[in-house]
């Protein structure tokens, strides 16, 4: 009694557990409101497979009802007695086999041609998207010639209505993108480079994951994709140019801007790049020498920072500064990176003192326009 008392509590724990993690979701990763062409395939799919799944499921628990009443065993019944034997019956195992077959060739013959469909190579302008322990990079060649023109990092920003191609490179280990509304994962391989697809006919944010365990922080790589009408999406480009721009400019001597720049230079410049902060490297263009931390020209444009794990603006649209400056004084806090020493942002709350963040803070707030928001 007292056993079986203890595995009901067990079984009940567990059930319990188990709607409490599920209530953890944020609701915004969800591939249950397709928007994407992939994406909408995909979840046919598993819609038409899901409602067989439940055909079966409903036809099997009624055969058991059915025959646990039907023929269970009366008190006028002989024990020794067995009932008929089946084995052996050929229209019996003829119907096991031959439904089930049928179903599979059904599935079959509807997945197939998606599977091929979801392989096929965009024809749509190419966007080079790189994942790192732990946060995404999207590079954009615009006029294709093999200079990247924009490098951003956490927020993917496409125009709406066209098919963008996207390039996936890992820089470590194996990681896998996500975007569950726009289309399936792809996985990330390091020495390799695998095309994959998104679109999105109406303008919205589309949440992202990397889905692929790759170390301490791997819950903590988050991305978005962010449609924009055409228009918005111009003014974005625009904006991020101007960024580059601006952000070459000195500021003005003595302004805590200044002071800002000089700690950049001192303690960031050696992961993080800004446009004109490495005037005599590469001639001057950061984007070639950006690669183990996001390149921050155009930080104050991003809606998300740290792997897309804190809101750069709080949802009154004003910036989200006590995180933000919170990360610079002790990222490892926020998003454990270092249990090796060797990955992620750096603890500088020994290092900066309260005047420095100000002055810091000050500085990366000159870093591009404000988000275009769909
Ligand atoms: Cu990258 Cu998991």
């Known amino acids: 009694m007292g056993i079986r008392f203890a595995r009901c509590w067990r079984i009940a724990a567990v059930a319990l557990a188990g709607l409490i993690v599920a209530g953890c979701a944020t609701g915004r990763l969800d591939a249950t409101k397709p928007v994407g062409p992939e994406a909408?395939?995909?979840?046919?799919?598993?819609?038409?497979?899901?409602?067989?799944?439940?055909?079966?499921?409903?036809?099997?628990?009624?055969?058991?009802?059915?025959?646990?009443?039907?023929?269970?065993?009366?008190?006028?019944?002989?024990?020794?007695?067995?009932?008929?034997?089946?084995?052996?019956?050929?229209?019996?195992?003829?119907?096991?086999?031959?439904?089930?077959?049928?179903?599979?060739?059904?599935?079959?013959?509807?997945?197939?041609?998606?599977?091929?469909?979801?392989?096929?190579?965009?024809?749509g302008p190419t966007i080079k998207v790189e994942g790192q322990q732990w946060w995404w990079?999207?590079?954009?060649?615009?006029?294709?010639?093999?200079?990247?023109?924009?490098?951003?990092?956490?927020?993917?920003?496409?125009?709406?209505?066209?098919?963008?191609?996207?390039?996936?490179?890992?820089?470590?280990?194996?990681?896998s993108f996500w975007i569950p509304q726009l289309n399936g994962k792809r996985d990330v391989v390091p020495g390799r480079i695998h095309d994959w697809r998104i679109r999105s006919d109406e303008p919205g944010i589309f949440y992202g994951e990397c889905v692929e365990f790759c170390g301490l922080s791997h819950a903590n790589m988050q991305m978005r994709t962010i449609a924009l009408a055409p228009r918005d999406f111009e003014r974005w480009v625009q904006e991020q140019l101007d960024g580059q721009a601006a952000a070459q400019a000195a500021p003005a001597e003595g302004s805590p801007e200044a002071a800002g720049a000089a700690?950049?230079?001192?303690?960031?410049?050696?992961?993080?790049?800004?446009?004109?902060?490495?005037?005599?490297?590469?001639?001057?263009?950061?984007?070639?020498?950006?690669?183990?931390?996001?390149?921050?020209?155009?930080l104050m444009s991003r809606t998300a920072f740290a792997g897309a794990l804190f809101e750069t603006y709080r949802p009154d649209g004003s910036l989200n500064e006590a995180e933000l400056r919170e990360w610079v004084r002790n990222a490892p806090e926020m998003k454990p990176a270092r249990a090796d020493n060797q990955q992620g942002m750096l603890d500088f709350a020994e290092v900066l003192t309260d005047q420095d963040l100000d002055n810091l803070m000050a500085y990366l707030k000159t870093l591009g326009s404000p988000p275009v928001l769909p």
């Open 40 to 123: 909408r395939e995909i979840d046919g799919l598993m819609r038409l497979s899901g409602w067989m799944a439940v055909g079966v499921g409903i036809f099997v628990a009624a055969a058991v009802a059915t025959i646990i009443v039907k023929f269970r065993a009366k008190p006028t019944d002989d024990p020794d007695d067995l009932p008929p034997q089946i084995h052996g019956n050929r229209k019996a195992e003829l119907t096991w086999t031959l439904i089930p077959t049928a179903m599979l060739i059904f599935l079959t013959v509807y997945t197939l041609p998606t599977v091929f469909a979801l392989a096929r190579e965009g024809t």
């Open 137 to 175: 990079q999207f590079s954009y060649d615009l006029d294709e010639d093999g200079h990247y023109d924009i490098v951003t990092a956490n927020d993917l920003v496409i125009p709406t209505g066209e098919e963008i191609n996207l390039e996936l490179h890992s820089n470590d280990v194996i990681h």
């Open 263 to 298: 700690l950049f230079e001192t303690h960031c410049i050696s992961c993080h790049v800004v446009d004109g902060t490495y005037e005599s490297a590469a001639g001057g263009n950061a984007n070639l020498l950006a690669g183990i931390a996001p390149n921050l020209t155009n």
